[in-house]
């Protein structure tokens, strides 16, 4: 056994007895790389990662091309703390899941939140509900923004019928991490609405998330 095994050993009893609790980021991060670097020491890369990126939420953050730049990290090593974000969305949603009933606004939001956590693009979510209020499906819709032209209405509309939805909700989140609805917000929203009225599916709220706040455009009186 070499002292890296050690040293490699004495990290796993300490998250095992004490969780991450009792560790700094960097040793976060050492310990995170046993997994993907089995036979050097991490615990200068892991250094080097936050030198470079500065913190953790920036090291998981950072494009896949420039971790692996950073000494020691290999495409496994990369493609391993990228994977840290979307295990943490889908986590997340997965626990929110559990009660699929949305009769308010503040459910709505907080269903909704864990979906466009760690996003760094803008993204549009459809959330299909029965008579009752039941989440039928909450379906990623677009990457891009709610005013960009991915945002295809016929297919949203489609998505909704398919799931027999009596309402719909949708959500887009802003990276700039600003939650207000801009103009072009309202607009789309607008038709969006006439849309799918067309077909006697009420759009119930359209929320716009940032980070990790919200904004419903039926509590601020848009639909009224």
Do not use: W
Request: charged fraction near 25%; hydrophobic fraction near 40%; charge should be negative.
């Amino acid at each position: 056994m070499s002292v890296h095994d050690g040293h490699r050993d004495r990290l796993r009893e300490r998250f095992k007895n004490h969780g991450l609790d009792s560790f700094d980021d960097h040793t976060v991060l050492e310990l995170l790389l046993f997994h993907a670097i089995p036979r050097r020491d991490t615990n200068e890369t892991a250094h080097l990662l936050l030198e470079k990126f500065g913190t953790l939420a920036d090291v998981f953050d950072a494009p896949r091309e420039e971790l692996c730049r950073v000494p020691g990290v290999g495409e496994t090593a990369a493609l391993l703390l990228k994977l840290l974000p979307p295990i943490a969305r889908r986590y997340y949603i997965s626990r929110t899941e559990i009660t699929g009933i949305v009769n308010s606004a503040r459910r709505a939001g907080e269903y909704l939140l864990p979906y466009f956590f760690g996003e760094q693009d803008e993204v549009v979510y459809i959330m299909c509900l029965d008579a009752k209020c039941k989440v039928l499906c909450c379906k990623l819709l677009f990457r891009g923004g709610v005013n960009s032209a991915n945002v295809n209405v016929r297919k949203l509309v489609e998505t909704a019928l398919s799931f027999n939805a009596t309402s719909v909700i949708l959500a887009h989140n802003h990276t700039s991490g600003i939650a207000l609805p801009s103009p072009e917000d309202k607009t789309t929203t607008k038709r969006i609405m006439e849309a799918l009225s067309a077909v006697d599916i009420v759009l119930a709220d359209h929320i716009v998330v940032a980070d990790d706040d919200f904004i419903s455009f039926s509590d601020n009186g848009f639909f009224r």
